[in-house]
């Protein structure tokens, strides 16, 4: 272990720092030079303790309640070697464990279970799907211009949430469970629900995290809010049996290509009854399409507004980039998404500052050895112990200096040439990869496409932020808070990592005082350069 003992000195994080996040007992959460990385330290630090390690392979030594290795990856070769390797780096489930509490899925197994999920699960992630993604979000978003912003010139919206929240919400209605709603929906419940079904997206979206944080009993019997969440959730679990059974009992046979239909589908189709998935693990699944899908996307998009509101330069680029692309007098078909390379490219930058899972979990199963070297040339090999717990750090990754030129930047241009695809793993990658990665890429496309082509997106001026500075501005609107309270976070860190926009998007919406579409002259030229 000596090598190792030599690495932990390089390291800027010492042997004896408790960490939380593989351990469900460890309550330090300040940082403390050689005891406590402190909390939210992945996030918070994005490369700055590999920086001043000077390797891009930091350790941490859990103390209590048991001896516990953790090695944080921002080395793009070695990240690639753990997410190429499922069986010798299977994922720490640990970490998602309490993800099991909407029914098993595919998030939180691993092995034998995990691939007879997957295959009846990846099906539904299909070019029909991320068509179906496509045709609605532009339906979406321009029944939103005409019905919420009836085609006005300017448009204040109170925070960049508000916008993003109700537009991927709806998307996740449509293409996942099949249920379109609309803007204006009148809110009476159906016969036996007290919620309509947006209400009921809306209300469990918004707390999400107390159904993995709280038990039922004790949501029942919280504060209003929690029992008012507790009703909601109930009744998604009886949308959702409802409309399993519907489809089930259904006579007339339509073609759906949402994925709780697909899903359905590939499951009744499953050839040995032993392979198909119990009713837990298609509710189990279909839940999880909704919380792993819907943050992430609304809190990325979120932030790639306020990007774009930031660096008007980069948004008048994009803009003309759409400009060229836009069909004159509709919008554009699923097959032209290609032409949109400039939007992905925004969404991809976004993802790169923003990963909305800070860290992805894995764990050795042997004993093992990674090699590096630091920028000076020098090489150094880790031991690393069997059930040693790996986080690959997206956020250190991404921000790493020797693979992004100018990394705190905001270029989205870089991702239309060539870019250093093996440090940008917002995704994952390798077969744990994200299964609705182009579901989300569809979805943000068109929503970029759409407002931006439509809308110039700006900051209101406020007479009481008069005074501030690009950077102060920017650290305004970019302040980001976390939803759980220190102890659950302690108890799961990278709950925190996995649901890491549940955190993040509080703050978004609590910092983002008003995010604008504010019409002007270019808006004006925009409108009609679109129309003729
Ligand atoms: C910006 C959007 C998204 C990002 C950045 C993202 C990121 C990720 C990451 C990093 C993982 C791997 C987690 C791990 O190994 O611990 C993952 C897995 C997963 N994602 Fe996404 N995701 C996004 C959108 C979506 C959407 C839209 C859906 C579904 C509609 C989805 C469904 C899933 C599922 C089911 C898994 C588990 C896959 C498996 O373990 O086999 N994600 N995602």
Redesign the pocket.
């Known amino acids: 272990m000596a090598a190792c003992v030599a690495y932990y000195r390089a390291a800027a994080i010492g042997p004896t720092s408790p960490r939380y996040s593989t351990s469900d007992s460890s309550f330090f959460p300040f940082s403390v030079r050689g005891i406590s990385p402190g909390i939210w330290w992945l996030f918070n630090s994005q490369y700055a303790d590999f920086a001043r390690a000077g390797w891009d392979v930091v350790a941490t030594v859990n103390v209590f309640p048991r001896p516990e290795l953790s090695l944080y990856i921002a080395d793009p070769t070695i990240a690639k070697e753990v997410i190429g390797a499922r069986a010798r780096f299977p ?1 720490a489930t640990k ?2 464990e309490l993800l099991a509490t909407f029914g098993t ?3 939180v ?1 691993e092995g034998a279970e ?1 691939k007879r ?2 295959k009846i ?1 990846a099906p539904a ?1 299909s070019e029909r799907n991320n068509k179906l993604v496509w045709d609605e979000t532009f339906r979406i978003v321009d029944e939103m211009f005409q019905d919420v912003w009836g085609d006005k010139d300017i448009v204040e919206i109170d925070h960049v949430m508000d916008l993003t929240v109700p537009i991927t919400l709806m998307v ?1 209605g449509v ?2 469970f099949g249920r379109r709603m609309s803007w204006n929906e009148d809110s009476v419940a159906p016969a036996g629900h007290s919620f309509t079904f947006k209400d009921v997206l809306l209300e469990v979206s918004k707390r999400l995290i107390l159904r993995i944080v709280f038990p039922q009993w004790v949501l029942r019997l919280g504060t209003p809010g929690m029992r008012r969440f507790a009703r909601a959730s109930g009744e998604l679990t009886r949308y959702l049996e409802e409309m399993v059974q519907e489809r089930r009992t259904s006579t007339k046979k339509e073609e759906r290509h949402d ?1 709780l239909s697909s899903l359905l589908d590939a499951n009744e189709g499953a050839l040995e009854s032993d392979a198909k998935l119990t009713d837990d693990a298609l509710l189990g ?1 279909i839940f ?3 919380v ?3 943050e ?2 609304s ?2 998009l979120a932030y790639a507004f306020i990007f774009l509101a930031l660096y008007q330069e980069e948004q008048e680029k994009f803009y003309q980039s759409l400009r060229a692309a836009m069909p004159a007098d509709r919008a554009p078909a699923y097959e032209e998404l290609s032409s949109f390379a400039y939007s992905l490219a925004v ?1 991809k930058e976004t ?1 790169r500052h923003f ?3 800070v860290a ?3 764990s050795s199963a042997d004993d093992t050895v990674f090699t590096l070297t630091n920028t000076a040339g020098e090489k150094r090999s880790i031991p690393v112990p069997r059930g040693t717990y790996i986080a690959i750090c ?1 956020v250190g990754l991404h921000k790493n200096p020797r693979y992004w030129d100018d990394p705190e930047a905001f270029k989205p241009e870089r991702f239309l040439g060539n870019y250093p695809r093996e440090a940008f ?4 990658g390798g ?7 182009g ?3 569809t ?2 496309i068109a929503v970029l496409t759409a407002i931006v082509s439509k809308y110039k997106v700006e900051v209101r001026e406020e007479a009481r932020f008069a005074g501030e500075t690009f950077e102060q501005r920017k650290a305004r609107l970019f302040r980001s808070q976390y939803s759980l309270t220190p102890q659950y976070v302690l108890a799961s860190d ?1 709950l925190l ?2 649901a890491i926009l549940t955190a993040l998007v509080v703050a978004v919406a609590r910092s983002v005082h008003r995010s604008s579409s504010v019409a002007d002259e270019t808006f004006k030229s925009r409108h009609v350069s679109l129309e003729g």
């Open positions: 994922k970490v998602y899925n595919i998030v197994t995990w999920q997957r699960a992630f996740i293409a996942s994925l699944n999880m399409f909704l792993a899908g819907y992430t996307t809190h990325t969404f993802l990963p909305p899972t992805i979990p894995k997206t793993l917002p995704f994952s077969a744990r990869g994200c299964i609705g990665r579901f989300a890429e979805e943000a990278m990592a996995g």
